[in-house]
């Protein structure tokens, strides 16, 4: 026969081991893979109601060779720049190109606070002193 108070003792356990499941998470789970590749960005600026992006560029790259995959956490959204079509173009563009996405075009409420989620390249041509 067990006392009760071993039997109180690992039921308490039980419950307290347990305990994480009956909590929601905060960090959303990412159930589909992204599309395409990630694209590493020369420099990004966020303002009031735009995205603005610079990329490296073969000389054929549009805004339509690349996506932005918004995701949202509470008031705050990260942006992250992914190539959906390759640039197999031959006349590189030093300093890439400039894209921009409206915060409507990603669904973003105006003055949002968003953060970019792409590692940074510098452009091809860096000047010598």
Known sequence: ????????LIA?????????????RDTPVQTAA?????EPIHAAAIT??????W??????????????VVDHM????????????????ETPIADGIELIWSFEEL??????RVSINNPYQLPSTIPTT
């Open 74 to 89: 509470g008031a705050d959204s990260t942006i992250t720049l992914r190539r959906i079509e390759q640039d197999d173009c």
């Open 48 to 53: 009031r109601d735009l995205a603005v992006f």
């Open 107 to 112: 669904g973003l409420v105006p003055g949002s």
């Open 34 to 38: 992204m599309p395409g590749q990630i």
């Open 12 to 24: 308490s356990a039980a419950l307290a081991t347990s305990g994480c499941a009956w909590f929601q």
């Open 55 to 68: 990329v490296s560029s073969n000389g054929c790259t549009d805004k339509s060779d690349l996506r932005p």
């Open 1 to 8: 026969m067990v006392p009760i108070r071993t039997f109180a």
